[in-house]
């Protein structure tokens, strides 16, 4: 069988693909307060408020499983650059209180969008040759951004303009990112001619691949987004039930996202220095200590510890989530579908969550996010397993 080399991603594109996913999943970082806000100012239930943040993740499904078909076929600048420029609509259409059917309509496809956004980012950085490494680097990024935002829009924009704020906050954030797009290529992707097929570096064609270590791969990033995206999504709201100081929750948030900044830098740093799959486990179990914590006590500091012991497991666990996908991914498209993964548990944890909740059980959701986790660190070690497909 010919050798072949993979496919070269230059410095400048992953540089670029940082910017693209911040983009992508900005949502998802500034969620708690803008679920928060978009409940005060619409009047929305707590299991009204966790349905809307699962249709957007509806959405974003929708999308990021379309990608399969179509991101490495799409103009990278071209179709990143639109997309973001539809999202900034989206979101000034978000600002008029129209009630629960309207906010779930542009809900949903501000998901779509930010979706179709996330997906070519991370089919970018799956091509580097250490994908863990700018996974991590694109977590942190993000991370920093909703680091940004959650401190600063609680003392700027919110207290004059309310929910509004929040939505100018998110695009003047996104027309920052935008000068970086430059970076990115006027063609299509192109798809990786081979891959590497394990440590001791035997290149294998990408056609004789398995796909069935990669589809449970995607199932633990699944599952590992159910439970995160239920804490992450009610995280301020849980605070609220605790009865904690509002302007001490937003610090707490900004707080927490910077041990997520920390835990994605970590994660970069060390890279696949001893592979993927026991660093993940650490991480996960970091998470499963931060969620006792928080649902354990009613003390501000205490819960301050759980929410950052939580993010920092939860991010960087999440970049080596990914590069296992990348790892045993046959094609070099299905790591897109991490996107699609991601989605799906995105969806299911805040709606799960939101019901949880309303029946002020608490006890359960920690349980529910214990469950989930252990879960998907099973699948991610599954999926490594020779034996397997």
Known sequence: MEMKEKNTITTKLLLASVAVVTAGVLFYNVMPLYLG???????????????????????????????????????????????????????????????????????????????????????????????????????????????????????????????????????????????????????????????????????????????????IALAAVALLLVGASAVWAFIERIAAINEFDPDAVGMLLGISLVFAVIGSLMAAAIGNRFGNILPYLINCLLMIVGIMVIAATDVLVSYTVGACIFLFGWAAATAYAYSIVADVDPDGKHVALSVLAVGIGSMIGPASAGFLLDYGSLQLLQWMVIATVVASVFLAWMSTRPAIG
């Open 37 to 215: 806000q978009l409940q005060e100012s619409n009047g929305f239930s707590l299991a009204q408020t966790g349905l809307i943040a699962s249709l957007f993740f509806g959405g974003f499904n929708i999308a990021s499983f379309s990608s399969y078909f179509w991101v490495r076929k799409a103009p990278l600048f071209q179709t990143t650059l639109g997309l973001t420029i539809l999202l900034i609509l989206g979101l000034l259409l978000a600002i008029y209180p129209y009630g629960f059917f309207y906010q779930a309509v542009i809900t949903s496809t501000i998901g779509f969008i930010s979706g179709a956004i996330a997906s070519i980012a991370f089919t970018i950085a799956g091509d580097a040759k250490d994908s863990t490494r700018w996974y991590g680097l694109q977590t942190a990024t993000n991370s920093a951004s909703g680091v940004i935002l959650l401190f600063l829009l609680p003392v700027t924009l919110i207290p004059i303009y309310g929910f509004s704020g929040l939505v100018y906050g998110m695009i003047i954030t996104l027309i920052l990112l935008m000068p970086a797009y430059l970076y990115l290529v006027r063609t299509p992707l192109p798809t990786p001619s081979a891959i590497i097929a394990d440590e001791k570096n035997d290149v294998t064609s990408s056609q004789n691949l398995p796909r069935t270590p990669a589809l």
